[in-house]
T-cell receptor, first 112, second 110 residues
Framework: DAGVIQSPRHEVTEMGQEVTLRCKPISGHNSLFWYRQTMMRGLELLIY????????DSGMPEDRFSAKMPNASFSTLKIQPSEPRDSAVYFC??????????FGPGTRLTVT | EDQVTQSPEALRLQEGESSSLNCSYTVSGLRGLFWYRQDPGKGPEFLFTLYSAGEEKEKERLKATLTKKESFLHITAPKPEDSATYLC???????????FGKGTKLTVNP
């Protein structure tokens, strides 16, 4: 299995631009998670889906962030408009229900 | 509030010098305690799951143990390639949300 796939690996954008991060979970996994990691706050859960349905988005910082999972093999996290404080590494992870979560390689986002 | 706290924040060892990392948790209805390893520039890599107090799991030089309030990751005779940040996490009661500690950065010098 290829594991969780994320793209792009690196993204540099200017403040105010729209950013879209993409994730392909491990085939057969039914839960998908989006995390953000910073030095100050560590690894924070933003939102998670179960069977393509958003279950908990209480970690999404504000309305500028949105996530979708149109099918079992694809999810996006969108930031519009982006701000410098959004700079972080964003991880996608997938799992079978209540099982261990497997993480992708992450997208390093820099907003200037 | 569910919390996971790891100590120390950083640990430097000489090759072969055994030690332990600590993870204390306050999570109602623990349904799994997870250990991950994270190398720079990579995503966390799953190591162990522990479900009940008294449970132990081993992998090469690593052994994870669990009590009712904390978990330990014991590293026996570490090698430089064991250098990484080790994260622990617990499922928040009643959900699939994993609460992560901030990690212990381990450096093993040759």
């Amino acid at each position: 299995d290829a594991g969780v796939i994320q793209s792009p690996r690196h993204e540099v954008t200017e403040m105010g631009q729209e950013v879209t991060l993409r994730c392909k979970p491990i085939s057969g996994h039914n839960s998908l998670f989006w995390y953000r990691q910073t030095m100050m706050r560590g690894l924070e859960l933003l939102i998670y889906f179960n069977n393509n349905v958003p279950i908990d988005d209480s970690g999404m910082p504000e309305d500028r962030f949105s996530a979708k999972m149109p099918n079992a093999s694809f999810s996006t996290l969108k930031i519009q408009p982006s701000e410098p404080r959004d700079s972080a590494v964003y991880f996608c992870a997938s799992s079978l229900a209540l099982g261990e979560q497997y993480f992708g390689p992450g997208t390093r986002l820099t907003v200037t | 509030e569910d919390q996971v706290t790891q100590s120390p924040e950083a640990l430097r060892l000489q090759e072969g010098e055994s030690s332990s990392l600590n993870c204390s948790y306050t999570v109602s209805g623990l349904r799994g305690l997870f250990w991950y390893r994270q190398d720079p520039g990579k995503g966390p890599e799953f190591l162990f799951t522990l479900y009940s107090a008294g449970e132990e799991k081993e992998k090469e030089r690593l052994k994870a143990t669990l009590t009712k309030k904390e978990s330990f990751l014991h590293i026996t005779a570490p090698k430089p390639e064991d250098s990484a940040t080790y994260l622990c996490a617990a499922y928040q009661g009643g959900s699939e949300k994993l609460v992560f500690g901030k990690g212990t950065k381990l450096t093993v010098n040759p």
